[in-house]
């Protein structure tokens, strides 16, 4: 845990490394952790399911998803999310999640993720 850790909220600035593997402890279906990052609760339609699972966590938590890979688009919904490159064989995997910094977003920041957020209706953009 990180001393003074920032708190995921909204509008925060959340940067975060994921990586997949097929057990909890597990990251072999990843070469190397994939950085994202993105504005926390900047979506149209409110929090979509992984901003739940992030929501009140601090800087260097982190956390496991057992996620189905048909789920994907519904888990991200508005966020950006740059493709997880697995196996055709792999049907559900364990999603790693690090969350490395949690810092202000700059308002140029926050009204670009609304406005992309908004530009994606019902659909995961990054899918």
Same mark, same amino acid.
Request: hydrophobic share 40%; net charge negative.
């Given at each position: 845990?990180?001393?003074?850790?920032?708190?995921?909220?909204?509008?925060?600035?959340?940067?975060?490394?994921?990586?997949?593997?097929?057990?909890?402890?597990?990251?072999?279906?990843?070469?190397?952790?994939? %950085?994202?990052?993105?504005?926390? =609760? !900047?979506?149209?339609?409110?929090?979509?399911?992984?901003?739940?699972?992030?929501? #009140?966590? /601090?800087?260097?938590?982190?956390?496991?998803?057992?996620?189905?890979?048909?789920?994907?688009?519904?888990?991200?919904?508005?966020?950006?999310?740059?493709?997880? %490159?697995?196996?055709?064989?792999? =049907? !559900?995997?364990?999603?790693?999640?690090?969350?490395?910094?949690?810092?202000?977003? #700059?308002? /140029?920041?926050?009204?670009?993720?609304?406005?992309?957020?908004?530009?994606?209706?019902?659909?995961?953009?990054?899918?």
């Amino acid at each position: 845990m990180v001393e003074n850790a920032q708190v995921v909220g909204p509008l925060r600035k959340i940067s975060l490394l994921l990586e997949a593997g097929s057990g909890p402890d597990k990251s072999d279906l990843t070469a190397r952790p994939i %950085p994202i990052e993105f504005i926390f =609760g !900047a979506g149209s339609q409110g929090l979509c399911p992984f901003e739940f699972q992030l929501g #009140d966590k /601090k800087e260097g938590d982190g956390l496991s998803l057992h996620v189905k890979k048909d789920d994907l688009a519904d888990l991200f919904q508005h966020l950006s999310i740059p493709h997880l %490159p697995m196996p055709e064989s792999v =049907g !559900a995997f364990y999603l790693k999640v690090k969350i490395v910094k949690v810092s202000e977003a #700059d308002p /140029k920041e926050v009204i670009k993720a609304l406005a992309e957020a908004g530009s994606c209706g019902d659909h995961c953009c990054g899918h």
